[in-house]
């Protein structure tokens, strides 16, 4: 499942490269900021013509937020983070049961001081309120994404010297949205698949006259995911060369792809069981990404009914779990030893072959859920 995100600065004046960039890549859901319509006036006509449906939130002539979808979407919500009823957030569920919240940040206009300048104290208020909204998740899968207006890390611009007391990129801003990501151990998954300090821009501003040329670009553009759902991700794109298209926005869009099936989110469970950075792992769709970032290969074995991997038989380490399997051996004379339907004398018998095994080879028992639907 491909889920992209893009503040579009202006639906209905960008609507060709919206258009375009649907046809293009064929993301399963786009997420759009700053949308700046009315839904009445949303137009939703274009994008049915591409099998799109559309969940709004929108606002005349400022903010605005909305979901487009090819895929059933249910239990959508608005949530006013700006506690001033800005259209900024809308979130839905996902066939596959996963949670999938879009944000519009303020952007906190020009002076980094919430006694001088108002909007910046709304713009901490709005990232403090979705910390306290956070932090009371329960362990569903849940992605949250858009423009948070706010770039992170020193790699994140241009210059991090030159921006330091720049609205986005102010300390104060960093510790807030710090915050925010610690509330639910959310995986940044940009940062993710493109590690600091390796340049990763979202957003170039409409005053460089040539905006490649001087690349004076910020993340401001992100997805994030809980640990249950990040271990479904595998791959995420920045769309750069968006920002040369015609009428665009100041932004381009982001996409991370899933594997929600090779790697099933896993199921909500009780608030105590929720993964912690050092203490469980997260599964990949080949081999398994712990927390911290390292790959390392799947258990082998068989997972026995009181929890532990029994060795692998002789011959088949690392062979699928879905593999056919091997015929039965071919009876023995019995002996008197508790080893003797298998073969080997009691001196160099498995520490393995303590009972007489199935005629027919049975499948591991398992102990999880069926995964969702892709």
Not at 244 to 257: A, Y
Not at 327 to 337: E, G, I, L, Q, Y
């Amino acid at each position: 499942m491909k889920i992209a995100s893009w503040n579009i600065n202006s639906v209905r004046f960008r609507l060709a490269i919206v258009e375009r960039f649907l046809r293009e890549n064929e993301p399963d859901v786009l997420c759009l900021q700053e949308t700046k319509v009315i839904d009445q006036d949303f137009p939703a006509d274009a994008f049915v013509r591409l099998g799109y449906s559309t969940v709004l939130h929108g606002q005349r002539m400022h903010h605005g937020v909305a979901i487009l979808s090819r895929v059933p979407v249910t239990e959508d919500d608005r949530l006013d983070w700006q506690a001033n009823r800005e259209a900024r957030h809308i979130g839905v569920r996902l066939p596959n049961g996963v949670r999938l919240e879009n944000v519009y940040v303020p952007a906190g206009g020009d002076v980094p001081d919430r006694e001088v300048n108002p909007k910046f104290g709304q713009k901490l208020d709005f990232l403090e309120r979705m910390t306290a909204w956070s932090a009371g998740l329960d362990d569903r899968p849940t992605l949250l994404m858009g423009d948070f207006n706010v770039a992170p890390l020193e790699c994140d611009v241009w210059s991090h010297r030159q921006l330091i007391d720049v609205v986005s990129h102010t300390p104060i801003e960093v510790d807030a949205l710090d915050r925010l990501r610690a509330a639910a151990d959310w995986v940044d998954l940009g940062r993710h698949f493109h590690p600091a300090p390796g340049r990763l821009h979202t957003w170039w501003s409409y005053r460089a006259k040539d905006w490649a040329a001087s690349d004076r670009g910020r993340r401001l553009d992100h997805q994030w995911a809980t640990p249950a759902a990040a271990g479904a991700a595998t791959r995420h794109t920045v769309f750069e060369p968006c920002r040369s298209w015609e009428k665009p926005s100041d932004h381009v869009p982001i996409m991370t792809e899933f594997d929600f099936c090779g790697g099933a989110p896993a199921p909500p469970g009780r608030r105590g069981h929720r993964l912690r950075p050092t203490s469980r792992t997260i599964p990949f769709p080949t081999g398994i990404m712990t927390s911290n970032g390292r790959r390392r290969a799947p258990p082998a074995g068989r997972l026995t009914s009181n929890g532990r991997r029994s060795a692998p038989p002789a011959g088949r380490a690392g062979t699928s779990p879905l593999a056919p399997p091997p015929p039965p051996p071919a009876p023995r004379r019995a002996r008197s030893t508790p080893c003797a339907a298998v073969g080997p004398s009691p001196s160099t018998a498995s520490p393995s072959c303590r009972s007489k095994p199935p005629t027919t080879p049975a499948s591991p028992p398992s102990t999880r859920e069926a995964p969702p639907p892709c």
